[in-house]
């Protein structure tokens, strides 16, 4: 007779803690198989790099360690998940399959459909859990942070005690790194995935590094010191949101930790993020055509969908001609993460100064972040590209960014060596300096460094009045109100939330 099992299917969801799939699977007292799927045909897709998998190759180490330690390691299968399981279903009788809601591309979406549909044609029951707190099926946005805050306020679900083995099943090799499945190789480094990283950098950030992260957030030279850098570990699941939430809230509120205000106030931004993340993945599963159409329908075409190559190409490899721009560009190829405030300004450098649409520069952006989740990428992508109808426009200046960001040029320099004996005085408008200038500082513009690809204020104006136009469309504002019922955040200010009271699963973080 097959052995019954339960099929554990591993997505974005990377860990054993709070993991609502495992739990049920397990609850059930059969053979568990926490099953990965490497699947080829997502690899190839414009938004999958390699970057990706090396964080996620770190994860499944930890995880096939930590699914050993209660009693079945992670099987990893490389292939489509129908094919995976029907052979599976051959070896074993399967029970059920368990897995979690991914809100994430129009392809994950289509292929979770095709399998829901396979396994309903095969009577497999499949069985999924919400995820991030995102609600599917929303009627409305209006209660939404209320359902939020419910599900942040539930406690977290323990790893099950034991889950049975399999008989007789090979485990499966991890895809190394550096399998040509993952397209191009990495230029530069990728940051460490992994529970143990993952619950490292959250301990760090809440005990340590979080001191400095109101005053160094938007800074590319030292936010990363600052910043919680949890951001792939979100992506991938190496910790669920919750689990950072009830660990904030538990840290903030500890008798033995004496907070300085200055960090308080950093962890009450840190939690208004975690929520933002979930409030953006949350317009993606209610809207998923904003991975290809703009929220506004009056925006639509502005750009052409193939602007100029030359002005793409500069863009996406750091030519521009504008130092903090280009060294953002750089630093991101190179490490695979920036700062939020130079994501909004490189994102808004290429819509607004190149005309560039969000489609075509969307993808290069989504290969470079590590932490690429579509639910926040596409609804960043619009807004600081100025096509949701329901969001202020705002153009940066990358001039003014740089005084701000970056003002000795510390950065810039490290990243643009060609200006690395340019001075202060002119490191963020390099192209002032006159020809005397330029041969002292061993930096001839136009030829070590290029001019400035196009003149901010002449652009800016340019982009204005072209926004100008599509907003005089017959019917903008009727539109931008629905947009806005369907989507808009319905902000409630932090401080009226009542604190939940400290956790007691503190003790996996500190
Ligand atoms: C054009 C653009 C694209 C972006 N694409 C992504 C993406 O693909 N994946 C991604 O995780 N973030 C994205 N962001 C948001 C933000 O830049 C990153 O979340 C942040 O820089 C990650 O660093 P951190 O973990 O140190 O963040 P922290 O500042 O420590 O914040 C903690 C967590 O809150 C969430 N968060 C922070 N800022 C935002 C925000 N503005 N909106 C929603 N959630 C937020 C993230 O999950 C982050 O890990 C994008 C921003 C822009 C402007």
């Not at 390699?50 to 360690?65: A, G, K, P, T």
Request: charged residues 20%.
């Amino acid at each position: 007779m097959k052995q019954p099992i339960n099929i554990v299917w591993y997505k974005r969801d990377l860990r054993v803690d709070d993991h609502a799939a495992l739990h049920r699977a397990a609850a059930s007292g059969v053979a568990v198989i926490p099953l990965y799927v490497v699947e080829p045909e997502y690899w190839q897709q414009n938004f999958s790099s390699r970057r990706h998998w090396h964080f996620i190759y770190d994860c499944l180490i930890d995880l096939r360690q930590q699914t050993a330690a209660l009693g079945q390691p992670l099987v990893v299968r490389v292939g489509e998940i129908q094919n995976i399981v029907s052979e599976l279903h051959k070896a074993y009788s399967i029970n059920g399959v368990y897995a979690h809601e991914e809100s994430g591309n129009q392809w994950t979406y289509s292929r979770d459909k095709a399998f829901i549909s396979w396994c309903r044609q095969h009577k497999l029951p499949f069985y999924e859990y919400q995820n991030n707190a995102v609600v599917r099926r929303l009627k409305s946005r209006d209660h939404w942070a209320q359902l939020r805050e419910a599900t942040m306020s539930q406690p977290l679900i323990p790893p099950p005690e034991q889950i049975v083995p399999v008989a007789g099943l090979a485990e499966g090799k991890i895809p190394l790194p550096d399998d040509p499945m993952f397209g191009d190789s990495v230029q530069g480094t990728v940051q460490q995935g992994g529970r143990f990283a993952a619950t490292a950098a959250l301990r760090s950030f809440l005990t340590d590094r979080s001191a400095g992260y109101v005053k160094h957030i938007s800074r590319p030279g030292t936010a990363d010191q600052y910043c919680s850098r949890l951001s792939p570990h979100l992506t991938w699941g190496s910790l669920s949101v919750r689990e950072v939430v009830k660990a904030t809230n538990s840290f903030l509120q500890s008798p033995q930790v004496s907070l300085h205000h200055s960090q308080r106030r950093s962890l009450s931004a840190f939690s208004s993020r975690l929520s933002w993340r979930c409030h953006f993945i949350q317009k993606l599963e209610d809207q998923p055509q904003i991975e290809f159409k703009c929220m506004h329908s009056a925006y639509e075409t502005i750009r052409p969908l193939e602007g100029d190559l030359s002005a793409y190409t500069a863009w996406a490899e750091g030519n521009t001609g504008y130092p903090l721009v280009d060294a953002c560009m750089r630093s991101l190829i190179h490490r695979g993460w920036i700062t939020f405030r130079m994501r909004a300004m490189l994102v808004s450098f290429a819509s607004y100064h190149l005309w560039l649409d969000w489609r075509q520069t969307g993808y290069h952006l989504a290969r470079l972040f590590t932490d690429y989740e579509p639910g926040i990428h596409y609804s960043q992508l619009q807004m600081q590209s100025g096509v949701t109808g329901i969001n202020a426009v705002r153009i940066y200046n990358p001039i003014k960014q740089s005084h701000e960001q970056d003002s000795d040029g510390e950065f810039i320099r490290r990243w643009v060596p060609e200006l690395r004996q340019v001075p202060n005085s002119w490191i963020h408008e390099p192209w002032l300096m006159s020809k005397t200038l330029q041969t002292k500082a061993q930096c001839m513009i136009g030829t070590d460094y290029p001019e400035p690809i196009v003149d901010h204020a002449r652009a800016i104006r340019s982009a204005r009045e072209k926004l100008s136009q599509a907003r005089k469309q017959q019917d903008y504002k009727t539109e931008a109100n629905q947009v806005f019922n369907k989507l808009g955040s319905r902000n409630r200010p932090q401080s009226r939330k009542p604190m939940e009271k400290p956790s007691t699963q503190m003790s996996l973080f500190l």
